[in-house]
């Protein structure tokens, strides 16, 4: 899978709600282990100087700390989930998983990481005010469309967030690029021959050179943001610490 510029805001960068799904494989050090066990031994000894509250309060600290240990170090004991009782093992689930989509997921971060560096050294800003009459322009696009359902959305509490980074991502992406995109009448036409497009008439005719428009003008856009991030790309300071 991989980072492509998609736009009308059908979701150009990753969802984290994607990343945040998988679930990290991460194990903790002996040494870490080691400073962990010195600083509880430590509190028990300084326990018998304390009030009776204060030690209460420890012991429950201790105990909140044990749990947590014991829990980040045995939860890939933990399936994902059974088949029939027969179990889904999260290690497996989340290399396959990583593996699959993990590549594809890292390059959608880093675009969206340099566009939104790219727009703080240009001090371009997109506001909360433009990102929800879009989200309106959306809604009523939708609506015109039948999906009253997909409409609401923008309203769920889960749904909003993403929606609006998604819109506000698009935003600085045609701030940053779009200066001097135009489309010619010839464009158009050629447009219309290379696609075999039958020629309306009337508002017909030039409904549809309004979205033939949009149409060369988005792919102009396009291409543009795709040299540019690809040149970033090349050119940023880039480590990846993970292998695919």
Request: net charge positive; aromatic share 10%; glycine share 2%.
């Amino acid at each position: 899978m991989k980072f492509n510029y998609r736009p009308r805001y059908s979701n150009l960068f990753v969802s984290r709600r994607r990343l945040t799904s998988i679930p990290a494989v991460i194990t903790l050090s002996k040494a870490v282990y080691k400073k962990i066990i010195s600083l509880a031994t430590a509190m028990l000894f300084r326990i018998r100087r304390l009030t009776n509250n204060q030690r209460w309060l420890l012991i429950v600290l201790l105990i909140s700390l044990v749990s947590f240990i014991f829990g980040f170090r045995f939860r890939n004991f933990i399936p994902v989930a059974t088949v029939n009782g027969d179990p889904v093992d999260r290690r497996q689930f989340s290399t396959r998983l990583f593996q699959k989509s993990g590549e594809g997921i890292l390059n959608e971060f880093i675009a969206e990481i340099l566009v939104h560096q790219e727009a703080e050294r240009q001090s371009i800003k997109v506001s909360n005010k433009e990102v929800n009459v879009k989200i309106r322009e959306v809604e009523e696009q939708l609506k015109k469309q039948g999906y009253s359902n997909q409409a609401s959305l923008s309203k769920n509490p889960k749904a909003r967030p993403e929606l609006e980074r998604e819109i506000r991502n698009q935003l600085l992406v045609e701030r940053l690029f779009s200066k001097n995109i135009k489309v010619t009448d010839a464009e158009i036409e050629k447009y219309f021959t290379e696609n075999n497009i039958k020629k309306g008439k009337g508002a017909i005719y030039e409904s549809q050179k309004i979205a033939i428009r949009q149409i060369l003008y988005q792919q102009a856009l396009q291409n543009r943001f795709l040299n540019w991030l690809n040149l970033q790309k090349r050119d940023a300071r880039v480590r990846v610490l993970v292998r695919f």
